[in-house]
């Protein structure tokens, strides 16, 4: 049975998807989570997984064999999307920052702290299918600064 679900995932992922192995645990589960957006809207473009974001192709310091390098990150708690988008430099003022959740129909997920130990953060990576279209469980957040003030005085 479990080699009949190792062919049935491996036919509905990306071709690239041999490069690594998915990890234990790697489950569909719907999670709500943030997602910063390059593109400033709910597209396909501001939903891209790391590698191919990258052309897929390794960067300098890419360890191949890395699950994390082939997801779509998004986090669980706003104030490390936050975090994420004040040190990356791609990402200017205003933030566009979308929510929404992990749908199942879209590709597996696991809490990267499950995974990596060391990481406390509310990171969640996202193993795409291929022609996942992840961005139609999101909408954009109006006004992030204004979202993540209401969200730390509890309101949201």
Request: net charge positive; aromatic share 12%.
């Given at each position: 049975m479990i080699r009949k679900d190792e062919d049935r995932l491996k036919r509905m992922f990306p071709a690239y998807f041999e490069l690594f192995d998915l990890p234990e645990g790697a489950?569909?589960?719907?999670?709500t989570v943030y997602r910063a957006c390059k593109t400033w809207k709910c597209d396909k473009e501001s939903f891209t997984p790391t590698f191919e974001e990258q052309g897929c192709?390794?960067?300098?310091?890419?360890?191949?064999?890395?699950?994390?390098?082939?997801?779509?990150?998004?986090?669980?708690?706003?104030k490390h999307i936050k975090r994420f988008v004040t040190f990356n430099s791609e990402y200017?003022?205003?933030?566009?920052?979308?929510?929404g959740y992990t749908d199942k129909s879209c590709g597996l997920v696991q809490r990267t702290r499950e995974r990596v130990?060391?990481?406390?953060?509310?990171?969640?990576?996202?193993?795409?299918?291929?022609n996942a279209e992840p961005y139609k469980f999101f909408e954009m957040i109006d006004d992030f600064e204004s979202y993540y003030e209401?969200?730390?005085?509890?309101?949201?």
């Open positions: 489950r569909e589960e719907n999670i192709r390794y960067l300098e310091g890419d360890d191949p064999k890395d699950p994390g390098l082939y997801s779509l990150s998004t986090t669980e708690k706003p200017q003022k205003p933030y566009k920052i979308a929510i130990k060391k990481r406390k953060n509310s990171h969640v990576d996202w193993w795409l299918y291929e209401e969200y730390k005085r509890g309101g949201k």
